[in-house]
């Protein structure tokens, strides 16, 4: 799906350090901030004002619903991220890019509706997609000190869990864990999940030990994805309530994990990047439009 199309439907959804929740310190006309690159509200209110123009968002007695301004927002910071992601890793928009986006855009009905300053914004939104695909994936060295200081910076999670029914038991679960048991062990005599003796509570995918930090944020309980992005690195953390019960969790450790997390960074190495600078880096929004919430990868409200 183009950027432009992503905008048009602003007014309904947009189709994410160690967890910061960001809100309300934004600086004076300044809409949100990520990572020292700031939004304006002038940028903000630009867009929101424009495809209202156009028709593809509705205003109430001239002010934008807070989820559609949540959405516009959180759009622009996602195009923010992209910027530093490309800084990061020397990728950089050519005139090729936007060439592209140009021819495929103006085909697109409804394109020429919207005001000069918005059509400006998404040929460079779309554009730095295009160099984001760009982004190689960093030097294997590089990669496991990214996940050793904030693991879901990569944008992966690779992760052991228990389940328990009693916050009670997630203490004798890690007291087990403290005095030297393996976490597969203990997971196969206390976890209430089936099959964990086999499987060691590992949450893996098709891809092998590690998922997506997208498949988190959109398939996982949020209060467990919030757990799993403040725990350590190699460090049994718990309890983590979540609406199946008492989980201790297991960031596990590079070693066991690198071949399964460099394969997942091979295939999309600069989107998983920005999605997981979105999950760990510095955002801050001002306090009218909500709070960054990174286990769901949005602005909600606060």
């Known amino acids: 799906m183009s950027r432009r199309l992503k905008l048009s439907v602003f007014a309904v959804s947009i189709a994410a350090l160690v967890t910061l929740s960001a809100c309300g310190s934004a600086s004076v006309n300044e809409a949100a901030n990520i990572e020292g690159k700031s939004i304006s509200d002038e940028t903000l209110d630009m867009s929101i004002t424009q495809l209202a123009d156009a028709g593809q968002l509705t205003l109430e007695n001239g002010v934008a619903s807070g989820d559609a301004s949540r959405s516009v927002l959180g759009a622009l910071l996602r195009g923010k991220g992209t910027e530093i992601v490309l800084e990061q890793y020397g990728e950089a928009v050519t005139d090729a890019d936007r060439k592209m986006v140009t021819d495929q855009v103006t085909q697109d009905a409804g394109f020429d509706t919207l005001g000069k300053e918005l059509q400006e ?3 460079e939104l779309n554009s730095a997609d295009l160099a984001l695909a760009r982004v190689k994936a960093p030097s294997e060295a590089d990669v496991a000190t990214m ?8 944008g992966a999670l690779c992760v052991q869990h228990i389940l328990v029914k009693e916050e009670a038991t997630t203490k004798e679960v ?19 999940e089936p099959n964990a003796s086999e499987t060691g509570g590992v949450l893996g995918s098709v891809d092998g030990d590690c998922i997506l930090l997208t498949d988190y944020q959109t398939q996982f309980d949020i209060d467990f994805v919030k757990g799993v992005l403040a725990a350590k690195t190699g460090v049994a953390t718990g309890p983590i309530k979540s609406s199946f019960g008492y989980h201790v969790v297991l960031i596990r450790p590079f070693e066991d994990v690198k071949a399964s997390l460099l394969a997942l960074l091979a295939k999309t190495p600069g989107e998983m990047l920005l999605n997981g600078l979105l999950a760990t880096g510095k955002i801050t929004v001002a306090s ?7 286990a769901s990868a949005k602005i909600v409200a606060s």
Do not use: H, R
């Open 121 to 123: 914004l998404i040929i």
């Open 147 to 154: 996940y050793e200081t904030a693991a879901a910076s990569v």
């Open 174 to 192: 890690l007291q087990k864990l403290n005095d030297g048991a393996t976490f597969k062990a203990v997971a196969g005599e206390y976890s209430i």
């Open 288 to 294: 009218e439009y909500g709070i960054w919430s990174p």
